[in-house]
């Protein structure tokens, strides 16, 4: 059973970074084409896909993201991590991370509440 849980401070400043990380139990994130996702929703609004880092360790961003985002992962721990720098309010989402075989998104994590406050 293949289970995500992603973790993190629930509350961020402005103008600060963000650090997420998702632990993956039950697969590997080198698995052969497998992919990892973070995808956010802000109150009141739909799914924002954020970007992706592959089986290869390559990342692909959302273009406007671009700019502040980065995706890296500690196969050591078999672990995903989400960086956002320079947050605003409008930064604030349930953010979550899900698991894509290539056949759509399969395994998604809880989420967490991610508050950008002063």
């Known amino acids: 059973q293949v289970q995500l849980q992603e973790s993190g401070p629930g509350l961020v400043k402005p103008s600060e970074t963000l650090s997420l990380s998702c632990a993956v139990s039950?697969?590997?994130?080198?698995?052969?084409?497998?992919?990892y996702t973070w995808i956010r929703q802000p109150p009141g609004k739909g799914l924002e896909w954020m970007g992706s880092i592959y089986y290869t360790g390559s990342t692909d961003y959302s273009p406007s993201l671009k700019s502040r985002i980065s995706i890296s992962r500690d196969t050591s721990k078999n672990q995903i991590t989400l960086q956002l720098s320079s947050v605003t309010p409008q930064d604030t989402a349930v953010y979550y991370c899900a698991r894509d075989s290539g056949w759509g998104m399969d395994y998604w994590g809880k989420g967490t509440l991610v508050t950008v406050s002063s």
């Open positions: 039950g697969d590997s994130i080198t698995t052969n084409y497998n992919y």
